[in-house]
């Protein structure tokens, strides 16, 4: 065998300490002769004079966050204004081919549940008389339903007692808002999509105090702008008979809820008799 090295290494780790390679020699940098510096008393007359344009130029200014957002907004006003003028034009609510045949028995139903169905619609309000037809209004590109629906029946008196007593009705556990037929029925009529509908801020608002008109000489109903006066005994039997009837569906749909009230009441009762005991 071969003498190895005296610590006993191995050739790999004896490269590993081996000294690396001289630097090589490289000649010194020469400097590179520069031109001489000359004064600029030449090219003073080349500057700006302070009555020239040049001198002061304008200070470019940058627009803030609250007027980029008051910008976008006013930008978006423009922009739905002129699309509310473009669908404007177009909209007709008595050249429709889908609204129901007579706009004096139709009822509007608002605030439906997405879930909800037609057949469901028409069961619920079937109460107050027959129906000839229920039209739910769906979104023209995904058929989606939109939450409201018109139903029309078969007479005149139905259409009213459910325009008087339909509303706040729970139909899958929400409350409806029920309204006569206004696009045809009210004259210079806006859907809220066009910036109409009831309420001080809308374009129709001031025409919301119109009632309805009505082939028969009695009213639909009294507009909901209009408050009730107080005093009126009439009025406040109605209104006490309404909400009773709004307690009772609640407590007929809710039966857990009943027995709960019938615990607390128990509950109460055993407590009073302790106290005096």
């Avoid at 209104?239 to 307690?247: A, C, F, H, Q, V």
Wanted: hydrophobic share 25%.
């Amino acid at each position: 065998m071969g003498q190895g090295h005296p610590t006993g290494l191995t050739p790999n780790l004896l490269k590993l300490f081996e000294a690396r390679p001289m630097l090589e020699h490289k000649p010194p940098v020469q400097k590179r002769k520069l031109p001489a510096y000359t004064g600029m008393a030449q090219f003073v007359s080349r500057f700006a004079e302070p009555g020239d344009p040049e001198y002061a130029p304008p200070v470019p200014t940058c627009e803030t966050k609250a007027e980029k957002k008051d910008r976008i907004r006013k930008l978006k006003l423009e922009q739905g204004a002129d699309k509310v003028a473009k669908e404007l034009q177009n909209y007709d609510p008595q050249s429709d081919p889908n609204t129901t045949s007579d706009p004096y028995k139709t009822l509007f139903v608002a605030r439906l549940n997405y879930e909800t169905s037609e057949s469901r619609v028409k069961r619920e309000f079937e109460a107050y008389g027959p129906i000839k037809r229920v039209r739910l209004v769906t979104d023209k590109d995904t058929n989606k339903p939109r939450g409201y629906a018109f139903i029309e029946y078969m007479h005149t008196r139905d259409m009213k007692n459910a325009y008087k007593q339909a509303d706040g009705r729970k139909v899958d556990n929400k409350r409806v808002l029920v309204d006569v037929e206004r696009g045809r029925t009210v004259p210079n009529w806006r859907p809220r999509r066009l910036g109409g509908g009831l309420g001080s801020s809308r374009i129709c608002g001031a025409s919301a105090d119109q009632k309805p008109p009505a082939r028969e000489p009695s009213s639909v109903g009294r507009p909901r702008s209009e408050e009730p006066k107080r005093g009126d005994s009439r009025v406040d039997r109605d209104r006490e008979k309404s909400r009773e009837r709004i307690r009772e569906r609640d407590r007929d749909e809710n039966p857990r809820e009943r027995s709960h009230d019938r615990i607390r009441e128990r509950d109460s009762r055993e407590e009073r008799h302790h106290h005096r005991d």
